[in-house]
Each structure stands twice: as structure tokens, then as C-alpha cells.
């Protein structure tokens, strides 16, 4: 079936650092491919996204690419700041009717002045 | 246009006690989904509904109910709480078409709940 595996955390960097989150995916078809963020006591929000491979997603500094000979679509930002102190969830949803959503475990990144 | 709104934000619930947690969504989208995620854990599908009258077991169903009986409503029973039912709940929604496939999801912000 189709599954999300994504890089242990918690992930601990200075400000300025780089950033790099792994995902790598198992799927049939040409799934879409999502990065969604949770900040501490809310609901989680779309970061970004990429629908068909070398689709390369970005937002707020963020940048993903949609690898398909590797299964991967990792994230990377150049420079992170505090407030990007957050649970970071890779997903995936396949082009077929009547499946829903599918989350990675989640990353914890803990960003420090 | 609130997006999807959870109820209640806490609850408490004894060991056996059954409640209802309601999602609303006011943005016509034909899918609706219950997650729990759990500490180090992700998200998990509960339940999902492709439509209005259609609902679908997830990953962990086992302990829950749900209905879709309005495009908008999209509850989530539990009929004897138990102390593994201890989580925070999320219910989201989408639209998918099967010309543009599934568009994000839409969280609501949680429902934390406790069963002692």
C-alpha cells in the first residue's frame, strides 16, 4: 500500500542554519505530494505542494522537489528562523477516487537564537 | 467563511462514557476526514467520507462511529471511551474531483480529549 516515511526528529538548529527534512514515499500511480506544518496548539496548515514529478513546491522560504526516480520529496529552507520552531508532516495522496490523505510521522524542529 | 470548525476544544471523559465531536465545514468540499495523532505518532485515519450518505474505515477504526449525513457535518462518536481513545482529534476536509484530483486539506484546530 501506500506509506510516507520521513526523517526521525527532533531536529535542533541555530538561526540562519540550513534546513534539510526528509521524505521518501511508497506509492502506485503519480501521487500528489504535500508538506503540511503544526505550530504549537493549532491544527496543521498546508506548507506546500507538488502534483507531478520535478514539480518543485515553495512557500515562505520553503522549497520542496518532486523527485520520482528517488520517491522523494524533501524539504529545504536556506536560512530558518525562531518562528519556524514547528511539526513538519510530509504526505501523500494518491490520484485515485475515494482515497484520502496519507501523513508521515512528523519531524519536530526546534529552531534557537 | 470560518473553514472547519471543531467542537468542544477539551473534554474529560470517564472510562465507558460515550460523546459526540462535532466538524463543520462551510466550504461546499465533497471529502471529510477524522484523524488522531498521538505523541511521536503522525496522524492516523479514523474515518472519511468521499460524499454526503458515504463513509469509509481508516487505519484505526475500531471504538468509533461516523455519519455524513450533510455535505457540511462530519461527527465522530466514540460509545465507550476508553483510556487508548486518549488523544487529540483533528477532523479536515478537501475537495477532490477526478479531473483535478485532491486538493489540500483543511484542519480544524483539535479536539484534545482525556479518558480516566
Known amino acids: 500500500g501506500n506509506s510516507v516515511t520521513q526523517m526521525e526528529g527532533p531536529v535542533t538548529l541555530s538561526e540562519e542554519a540550513f534546513l534539510t527534512i526528509n521524505c521518501t514515499y511508497t506509492?502506485?500511480?503519480?501521487?500528489?505530494l504535500f508538506w503540511y506544518v503544526q505550530y504549537p496548539g493549532e491544527g496543521l496548515q498546508l506548507l506546500l505542494k507538488?502534483?507531478?514529478?520535478?514539480d518543485k513546491g515553495s512557500n515562505k522560504g520553503f522549497e520542496a522537489t518532486y523527485r520520482k526516480e528517488t520517491t522523494s520529496f524533501h524539504l529545504e529552507k536556506g536560512s530558518v528562523q525562531v518562528s519556524d520552531s514547528a511539526v513538519y508532516f510530509c504526505?501523500?495522496?494518491?490520484?485515485?477516487?475515494?482515497?484520502?490523505?496519507?501523513f508521515g510521522k512528523g519531524t519536530t524542529l526546534s529552531v534557537s537564537s | 467563511n470560518a473553514g472547519v470548525t471543531q467542537t468542544p476544544k477539551f473534554r474529560i471523559l470517564k472510562i465507558g462514557q460515550s460523546m459526540t465531536l462535532q466538524c463543520t465545514q462551510d466550504?461546499?468540499?465533497?471529502?471529510m476526514y477524522w484523524y488522531r495523532q498521538d505523541p511521536g505518532m503522525g496522524l492516523k485515519l479514523i474515518y472519511y467520507?468521499?460524499?454526503?450518505?458515504?463513509?469509509d474505515k481508516g487505519e484505526v477504526p475500531n471504538g468509533y462511529n461516523v455519519s455524513r449525513s450533510t455535505t457540511e457535518d462530519f461527527p465522530l462518536r466514540l460509545e465507550l471511551a476508553a483510556p487508548s481513545q486518549t488523544s487529540v482529534y483533528f477532523c479536515?476536509?478537501?475537495?477532490?474531483?477526478?479531473?483535478?484530483?485532491?486538493?489540500?486539506?483543511?484542519f480544524g484546530n483539535g479536539t484534545r480529549l482525556t479518558v480516566t
Open positions: 479536515a476536509s478537501s475537495y477532490h474531483s477526478s479531473q483535478q484530483g485532491g486538493s489540500p486539506l483543511h
Open positions: 506509492a502506485t500511480g503519480y501521487p500528489s
Open positions: 507538488a502534483t507531478k514529478a520535478d
Open positions: 504526505a501523500l495522496m494518491s490520484n485515485q477516487a475515494g482515497t484520502a490523505l496519507i
Open positions: 466550504m461546499n468540499h465533497n471529502y
Open positions: 467520507s468521499v460524499g454526503a450518505g458515504i463513509t
